[in-house]
């Protein structure tokens, strides 16, 4: 099915504005895709440790599991969200999509091929086309430089306007996101938290990507400015024909803007497709234990469950399904054995042993 034509959605009483239902060209090559992708972080021993580790008399640093075998596929012109709990990588798998962090295992392919066979003119098209907005817009901007220097650094880095040019192209990447060209000589301090948004929004149209991966770009906002910011990325996606790749854990949210969704847990995915199907009829446990969560103005007399336990640390992530030692569900098979993400409907996939029993 070809994405459709850009159309302007309804605004819901929240005053954010639905996403129009592009839903991405899947009849091609995903624009990004994740091939067993994993992530482990581990602190460098010194020379003592490592000598000692060599002959038996220390344990190795431990390894921080961040990202696992992850598997995953982002279609032109879709948005797909990425939602879970703190700590379960999220941010980490962003990042290699990114190209921020390289992965330990596995790649990360860029319409067709391996970033990390990419060099030169190549990977500085990968860099330029695969843009990332932070969750912290402060702490993402530099605050020695003005806002012009901070849009067009790239720009002028990598030449990507003549000289002549910068100056417009700097005020229509600033005119695009809705801020003033008068405020191209400020500091970041001298802004709100939206604004400074805006300015990071700013920086990575500035050099006309593709692809945007958002890490929680409105966690850090007031309420009163998220929808603002949300509506503003709907109206990009529509006007520059965008990716994007929707990192948050505000499930409403991912309900309102993503065509797809991803779960994450404890760095591995555990379910993906269509967000109204996931929605309407979720098929992991933890999926469940997720949705069952969001408050409902129709349920004032409903208990609120959260889910049960603790999230396991990625430094040893348990054995078998991750999730076992949370789910009421759990078989001994849970326990031993890891499940492999199967398809349950089409589109749709998930990693549970219970599901393949039904």
Not at 39 to 48: I, N, Y
Request: aromatic share 4%.
């Amino acid at each position: 099915m070809s994405a459709a034509g850009p159309s302007q959605g309804a605004r819901p009483p929240g005053g954010e504005r639905r996403a129009a239902p592009i839903g991405g060209d899947h009849t091609s090559a995903p624009v990004l895709e994740v091939r067993g992708a994993s992530k482990h972080f581990a602190r460098r021993p010194v020379l003592a440790e490592r000598v000692l580790v060599a002959i038996g008399r220390a344990k190795p640093p431990p390894v921080v599991r961040a990202v696992e075998a992850v598997d995953l596929a982002i279609h032109r012109g879709e948005v797909l969200g990425l939602v879970g709990e703190s700590g379960c990588g999220k941010s980490t798998l962003a990042r290699l999509v990114a190209g921020i962090h390289p992965p330990t295992a596995g790649e990360v392919l860029f319409e067709g091929r391996a970033v990390h066979s990419l060099e030169g003119r190549e990977r500085l098209d990968y860099l330029l086309a695969v843009q990332m907005i932070f969750q912290d817009p402060f702490a993402s901007l530099d605050p020695r430089m003005r806002v012009h220097r901070i849009v067009g650094e790239a720009l002028a880095v990598h030449r990507l306007v003549p000289a002549n040019e910068l100056n417009a192209a700097i005020d229509t990447a600033l005119a695009d996101v809705g801020l003033d060209a008068t405020y191209r000589d400020r500091f970041p301090h001298q802004f709100s938290g939206g604004q400074r948004s805006r300015i990071g929004i700013a920086r990575a149209l500035a050099v006309k990507p593709r692809v945007l991966v958002c890490d929680e770009p409105v966690a850090a906002l007031d309420v009163s400015i998220q929808s603002q910011v949300i509506n503003l990325f709907m109206d990009l996606r529509e006007r520059h024909a965008l990716t994007y790749l929707f990192v948050s854990h505000n499930l409403g949210l991912v309900r309102l803007i993503c065509d797809r969704v991803a779960i994450m847990y404890l760095g591995r995915i555990v379910e993906s497709g269509p967000v109204a199907e996931i929605f309407e009829r979720p098929a992991h446990p933890y999926t469940i234990a997720l949705l069952e969560a969001i408050p409902r103005i129709s349920g004032r007399k409903r208990v609120f469950e959260p889910v049960q336990g603790e999230l396991p640390s990625p430094l040893a992530p348990p054995s078998g399904c991750a999730f076992h030692p949370r789910c009421p569900s759990a078989t001994a098979e849970c326990r031993q054995m890891r499940p492999e993400l199967r398809e349950i409907a089409p589109g749709r996939i998930a990693a549970c042993h219970l599901l393949t029993k039904a």
